[in-house]
């Protein structure tokens, strides 16, 4: 039986992104299940991902991995440095207006205008 590494070379072939042997590599030392739930997917995203089969906006995992498990960051212009899926968070946060504390007003305001911010499906 073949392993999370194995699928993803199989599917992506050796020039599979970092970002997917990353992933791949994670899922090996844990499993898809753990991984999946750290990501905020689920796993059948996360098996999909490895076998290069997602139909959904790869872009979003994407990001979610290099924040989560590679520790990418952004400047943000309302918060500075910030992790790649924390940004992601606020973005998702701010397509509603809720004026449910402050800091969400401000980051509704921030990220409508933010060349970070760009539409986001699935």
Request: glycine share 6%; net charge positive; hydrophobic share 40%.
């Amino acid at each position: 039986m073949s392993g999370p590494f194995e699928i993803a070379v199989e599917a992506w072939g050796h020039d599979m992104p970092e970002w997917v042997n990353v992933l791949a590599k994670a899922c090996a030392a844990s499993s898809q299940s753990k991984v999946a739930k750290r990501l905020g997917y689920a796993a059948a995203v996360v098996s999909q991902i490895l076998r290069n089969k997602y139909a959904g906006k790869v872009d979003n995992v994407r990001a979610r991995v290099e924040g989560v498990l590679m520790g990418a960051t952004l400047e943000c212009p309302a918060l500075g440095l910030l992790p790649l899926h924390e940004c992601q968070d606020w973005r998702k946060k701010a397509k509603v207006f809720s004026n449910a504390n402050h800091q969400r007003v401000v980051m509704y305001r921030a990220c409508s205008n933010c060349p970070n911010n760009v539409t986001e499906g699935s």
